[in-house]
């Protein structure tokens, strides 16, 4: 006789407006992380998701959960996913308390929080996203360098350390401009289909997206068929959901911000890294150069950091591992970046990964006490 697996629980209610932000996309991935990943989501209504974006606007619709209008009676099981503590909850017994924070540019003293691995995009995500990417990384390999992604008003940077960011559009344009020879520019579909349908291209394959937008069924797919993409800063921050795409299905990011993963993406173990733009063009030609040995070991190390570091099931189970009852989850938001960039140093939980020792210690003994 077979038996079902009951699915965990987590109870979540939120109170200020931050969780909302980003067109309710952190509203979505942190409830949709939880909800394919063997959870099944209370979430209290309070939020008027018709005031919300597209993003928010699928919360309602997502498979696993449940909109309440009451805490359920016997809590001792669940989780307890938070911004702001309700003082009706706070009274409660909880398997876990989860309070999400957004500020990664702070040290933390005492607390040890878990930073949550940026995700592919809400509508790239799903329960079925772990088989799609077994798949698509064993897609044969039709381009060297690939980039496509929104350059329209990506000029500003706001990240200095530990060493000032080229914006997207810098970037792009750059090689454009310096590596004309050895670059195809897209504009139009059918070429791109030409491109991918071809033997392979040894060149930079620049798609020129205020003509050509590639949909996002075919994103994934496209992706896989390159070695190297190129992921230069988002918009606000160097942080974007293309990275995390290009490593999940194999593809080597060129990348100049890799000290905001943890750990540190390495330079010609799994990334390539560039500074400025003199840089950013070797660091091209080598890849054009790069023997298929070397790219090989990169993009097993690249899907092997995605899988231990990225996958969401991963920070599922930091989360269900720790030992102690209250945890703090911070999240990479535009917000807190556009706020407190210059406050970002060595110290940064985002840059460090943890506290420091003396804070470890702190730690060990406030919760020593505690005990």
């Known amino acids: 006789m077979r038996t079902e697996t009951v699915p965990h629980i987590v109870f979540a209610k939120f109170t ?29 209504g309070n939020i008027n998701f018709g005031e919300l974006d597209k993003y928010g606007q699928l919360v309602p619709s997502m498979k696993n959960l449940d909109l309440v209008d009451t805490v359920p009676n016997n809590t001792s099981d669940m989780l307890y996913l938070f ?15 989860v309070q999400i924070k957004f500020d990664v540019f702070s040290s933390y003293r ?15 995500s799903g329960a079925d996203l ?19 992604g929104d350059t329209k008003g990506y000029t500003k940077n706001r990240i200095h350390y530990p060493n000032t960011k080229i914006p997207r559009l810098e970037v792009i344009e750059t090689i454009l ?20 349908a071809d033997g392979f291209i040894n060149s930079c394959v620049i798609v020129d997206t205020s003509r050509l937008w590639i949909d996002p069924t075919d994103w994934l797919p496209d992706l896989s068929k390159t070695d190297f993409f190129i992921c230069p800063p988002g918009y606000c921050m160097p942080m974007c959901h293309n990275v995390i795409e290009a490593m999940a299905v194999g593809a080597i990011p060129i990348i100049n911000y890799p000290e905001w993963f943890n750990p540190t993406l390495e330079h010609m173990e799994n990334c390539i890294v560039f500074d400025d733009k003199e840089d950013l063009i070797r660091k091209i030609e080598d890849v054009l150069e790069m023997g298929q040995q070397t790219i090989s070991e990169m993009r097993d190390k ?37 706020r407190n960039a210059s406050r970002l140093n060595e110290k940064s939980i985002l840059i460090s990964g943890k506290p420091t020792i003396e804070n470890g210690m702190w730690y060990k003994l406030f919760g020593a006490f505690r005990k």
């Open 16 to 44: 200020d407006d931050d969780i909302l932000d980003e067109m309710g996309r952190l509203l979505y991935s942190i409830l949709n992380i939880f909800a394919t990943n063997g959870y099944r989501v209370k979430l209290f």
């Open 83 to 97: 911004d702001r503590e309700d003082r009706s909850c706070s009274r409660r017994r909880w398997r876990k308390k």
């Open 110 to 124: 005492i607390t040890d929080p878990i930073i949550m691995p940026y995700s592919v995009h809400p509508l790239l």
């Open 130 to 148: 772990p088989a799609r990417l077994e798949t698509l990384r064993k897609n044969k390999k039709r381009l060297r360098i690939f980039f496509s």
């Open 177 to 196: 401009q310096r590596m004309a020879g050895k670059t195809i520019y897209v504009k139009h579909e059918a070429d791109l289909k030409r491109l991918f």
């Open 302 to 338: 690249v899907i092997d950091y995605y899988e231990n570091r990225l996958r969401p099931r991963t920070f599922i189970n930091n989360i269900e591992s720790r030992e102690e009852n209250k945890i703090t989850v911070l999240m990479i938001t535009d917000k807190n970046t556009i």
